[in-house]
């Protein structure tokens, strides 16, 4: 049971476990080390990916302890050259195993034993790579897609079946991050029932679980459309996803206590996605499933609230200037550029100012109440 584990601890009672894989070597796609496949599909190599994974599980060894207290995190990692990982706590440099589709199998029955331990148990899977759709079908390919000539998607998992064999674990509570693209693939669409290995059989026959699954998906990506890495970087969707986490993504609906929630969640994502449309060129839109409402973390305290300051018009906010002051003292500056301005600010009172230095617009400012976890301010400026 300890194998591809890079984190493991005793825990007296249920807990979480994360599987976390990331893929960017590719030796049979475009670019690889290997014969190229018939079914390349234009797909290249992913450094980003690698970079996202190895993000995300950095993240649940260091944070991932409330609700449910972490019990184990597995890692598996495809890389043109390959590192060890560095495990955030105890600074040890661990060797990690590729993302063969053979270890992604044998890496997911282990996950579900480990869920299979009781219902208390929590189950946290997250996937960087490429993936390919038709229609609701999501196929995620692991690092030997395409090495068998006649049967590409042998080196290729099926995700939906995934997600609901997994009903039948014991564990209720199940969280999936899927950072990759939905485009519609003709690889899928000319293999009939093919969508990659199902990894698990569903028993039809199998008595119901006592309790309902709360099983949220969230996706970096509409179906239909693709993911956006950045190269060498955790990508756009896993950025996003470990700022909402933190505390982004959460609110104090019940009884005051800070909690991150799928829906919280799934707004921070949107919000913080959109951010980088600037940069990217189009604007990059996330995608979710809820099936019950879980608090995927319990904050201690109430987080910063993350201020978006802008312009209106938005075509002003790249030529502006912006400052923020708490009783007149200046807390932050930043000149132009392309995106909104950001800042982390603790519950209060602030002033927000946008100054031209082209003239192209008139100085503004604006007094608000910043309060978390997310706030807009647009600064209403005229030439």
């Given at each position: ?25 590719y ?126 998607l ?44 199902p ?40 950025r ?18 800070w ?62 200037s ?45 007094e608000?109440?910043?309060h ?12």
């Amino acid at each position: 049971m300890s194998e591809f584990l890079v984190h493991e601890a005793q825990v007296d009672g249920p807990a979480a476990h994360v599987l976390v894989v990331g893929v960017g070597n590719y030796p049979h796609l475009l670019g690889g080390s290997g014969p190229i496949s018939a079914k390349h599909g234009g797909m290249g190599q992913l450094t980003s990916c690698p970079e996202s994974a190895r993000a995300f599980a950095a993240w649940a060894i260091a944070e991932l302890d409330t609700p449910v207290p972490l019990g184990s995190v597995t890692l598996l990692l495809s890389e043109a050259d390959p590192s060890p990982f560095l495990h955030p706590t105890t600074g040890a440099r661990l060797a990690v195993a590729p993302a063969t589709a053979d270890n992604v199998e044998t890496a997911l029955s282990q996950w579900r034993a480990r869920g299979d331990a009781g219902a208390g148990e929590r189950l946290v899977l997250f996937f960087s790579g490429h993936g390919i759709a038709a229609g609701a079908d999501l196929t995620l390919l692991a690092e030997d897609y395409g090495a068998k000539p006649h049967n590409a998607l042998d080196g290729a998992v099926d995700f939906r079946n995934v997600v609901a064999a997994m009903d039948q674990c014991l564990a209720r509570e199940q969280l999936y991050f899927v950072d990759a693209c939905r485009v519609g693939s003709l690889a899928l669409l000319s293999a009939g029932s093919n969508n990659g290995r199902p990894i698990f059989q569903q028993d039809l026959l199998a008595p119901a679980q006592p309790q309902m699954r709360r099983a949220p998906v969230f996706y970096a990506a509409l179906p239909g459309t693709s993911a956006y890495g950045i190269p060498g970087r955790p990508s756009v969707f896993t950025r996003a996803l470990l700022a909402g986490l933190q505390g982004y993504g959460a609110d104090d609906f019940d009884g005051g206590d800070w909690q991150v929630t799928p829906s919280r969640l799934q707004d921070a994502l949107e919000v913080l996605m959109a951010l980088e449309a600037p940069e990217l060129g189009r604007l990059p839109v996330p995608a979710a499933e809820h099936h019950g409402r879980v608090v995927i973390r319990a904050l201690a305290e109430a987080p910063d609230g993350l201020t978006i300051v802008e312009c209106d018009p938005r075509e002003a906010t790249e030529a502006a200037s912006f400052a923020c002051f708490e009783n007149d003292l200046e807390r932050a500056r930043r000149g132009p550029a392309k995106r909104a301005w950001t800042v982390p600010l603790p519950e209060g009172r602030y002033r927000f100012v946008a100054e031209f230095a082209d003239g192209s617009f008139r100085r503004e400012e604006v007094e608000r109440r910043v309060h978390p976890p997310l706030m807009r301010i647009p600064l209403r400026v005229r030439p």
